[in-house]
Each structure stands twice: as structure tokens, then as C-alpha cells.
């Protein structure tokens, strides 16, 4: 009896996860864990917290931007199939020289799965479920969809989500119309993006 519950509370969660990346290759994510996580942390600080956040479809965001993003967070998006095995074992090495995470070693498709689809905690489950659906993902979306995906949920400042909501927050101006410096410093806000 309780194997038959557990085979099918997994079977369910496997076909749900499938449906939920299957609905998101065609639909723009509506929001996502980090954006609820961060009203929650302004609410217990007793502000507000307006989301700035607007999806355009990826022919509408700068060339600039997607070289940046690539330059600074992913050199081998295209090349990988989700995971760069590479930065991985850099970043393990690196994290264990210094005794503490310095480097997370995460593909541009590891960070979008991780910030479509799970809870920003630093477990091996939560890795785990990223590592799944960095799978799912690659196989079912495809690069230039993930790229989408990232590039319009990214958190780009305190409540600023998104290349279109950051052009206009940082420089007045559409995702479309982002030259070289204004891509690379959205791209170089990336890893630690309220500061």
C-alpha cells in the first residue's frame, strides 16, 4: 500500500514537472520562487517591494546583452548540453582550497532551471531537482529558448527582473536598444545582483 502511494506521488511529480516544461517552452514564465522569496524578505523588513518585470520574446533583446551574459556567466553555452563538467571541477576545486563557496561552477541552463523551477537554498536536494530539470530543460527547449527564459526572469537589482525591466530601471531605454557598455554592465551586475 504505501509503495503503491510512493510510486504514484512520484509518477505524479515526474509527469507534473514534464507538463510544467513543456507549458513554459511556449508560455512566459509568470513569475518565479526568487521573485516570492523577495517580497517575503521585504514584507519581514516592513517595506514593499514593487517587481519590475516585463517578458519580451528574445529577437527583442540586444544581441549586446546575450554576448555579455554568454561572456561573463556561460563562455561554452552553446557548446555544453547543460553542465560544463569543466567549471564544475574548477569551482569544487576552488570551494575546497578556500575552505568555504567561492564558486558555484552553474551553466546558464543550470541557473535558469534553478530560478524557473526550485527554491533558492544551497542543498543537495535543491541540486538535485536543478540537475533534473537543467536536463528536462536542455532536451526540451532547446538554447535559444533558454536563453528567453533567463534573460527575461534573471534578477537584476532589488525587485528588477528581467532585461526589459532592468534597460529601463539602469538606463531609460528597451532591451532592444542596449549597446556594448550597457550589456556588459548588466552582465557583470549578474552574480551578485543588489549590490
Known amino acids: 500500500m504505501l509503495r503503491r502511494i510512493l510510486t504514484n506521488l512520484l509518477l505524479s511529480c515526474l509527469l507534473g514537472s514534464i507538463a510544467l516544461v513543456l507549458l513554459f517552452k511556449f508560455v512566459p514564465v509568470p513569475f518565479t520562487p526568487l521573485?516570492?522569496?523577495r517580497h517575503m524578505e521585504a514584507?519581514?523588513?516592513g517595506r514593499s517591494l514593487d517587481i519590475q518585470h516585463e517578458w519580451v520574446p528574445l529577437e527583442d533583446i540586444s544581441p549586446n546583452l546575450i554576448a555579455a551574459v554568454i561572456n561573463h556567466e556561460d563562455a561554452k553555452f552553446y557548446e555544453h548540453r547543460g553542465f560544463d563538467w569543466d567549471a564544475i571541477v574548477y569551482a569544487y576545486e576552488q570551494n575546497q582550497h578556500y575552505g568555504y563557496i567561492i564558486s558555484g561552477g552553474s551553466t546558464i541552463s543550470q541557473q535558469t532551471a534553478k530560478n524557473i523551477f526550485t527554491f533558492h537554498s544551497r542543498t543537495y536536494l535543491r541540486k538535485a531537482v536543478e540537475a533534473y530539470f537543467t536536463?528536462?530543460?536542455e532536451f526540451i527547449w532547446g538554447k535559444e529558448r533558454i536563453m528567453e527564459v533567463y534573460l527575461n526572469m534573471i534578477?537584476?537589482?532589488d525587485g528588477v527582473f528581467?532585461?526589459?525591466?532592468?534597460a529601463e530601471h539602469y538606463f531609460c531605454d528597451s532591451a532592444a536598444g542596449l549597446n556594448r557598455y550597457e550589456?556588459?554592465?548588466l552582465a557583470a551586475r549578474l552574480p551578485d545582483?543588489?549590490?
Open 183 to 185: 550589456a556588459n554592465h
Open 162 to 166: 528581467g532585461a526589459e525591466a532592468a
Open 135 to 137: 536536463v528536462l530543460i
Open 35 to 37: 521573485m516570492c522569496l
Open 155 to 157: 534578477e537584476m537589482g
Open 43 to 45: 514584507y519581514r523588513e
Open 193 to 195: 545582483p543588489r549590490r
